[in-house]
């Protein structure tokens, strides 16, 4: 979270995804801190404005995080308020570019 707070996202990446991988290998795939690694390397890969990318590791996140805690958790809610931020900046880059697609046909 350091590094993603100094703006290093590449850096940021590389240590999530091999957190993630280290929590797979030792927790398997359903462990809520498995969840915690995929909603963290989701946040990073936002950033970097991978949206598809994050809504995939968001998704996963929600999905255990449902099964092991149910849909009331504070943890469930916080992932489900990420995939919405998320959501919302899909929209507005796509009413973005659909602007500037409509301005440079004029």
Do not use: W
Request: proline share 3%; glycine share 4%; charged share 25%.
């Amino acid at each position: 979270m350091v590094l993603r707070a100094l703006g290093d996202l590449k850096q940021a990446k590389e240590h999530h995804e091999l957190a993630l991988a280290i929590r797979l290998q030792k927790l398997g795939p359903h462990h809520v801190n498995v969840a915690t690694s995929y909603n963290n390397l989701a946040m990073v890969l936002r950033d970097l404005g991978d949206l598809k990318q994050a809504k995939e590791h968001h998704e996963r996140a929600l999905a255990i995080r449902l099964q092991k805690l149910g849909p009331e958790d504070p943890d469930v809610l916080s992932v489900q308020r990420d995939l919405a931020v998320l959501h919302q900046e899909k929209k507005t880059l796509k009413a973005k570019f659909a602007s500037s697609y409509t301005a440079s046909t004029m």
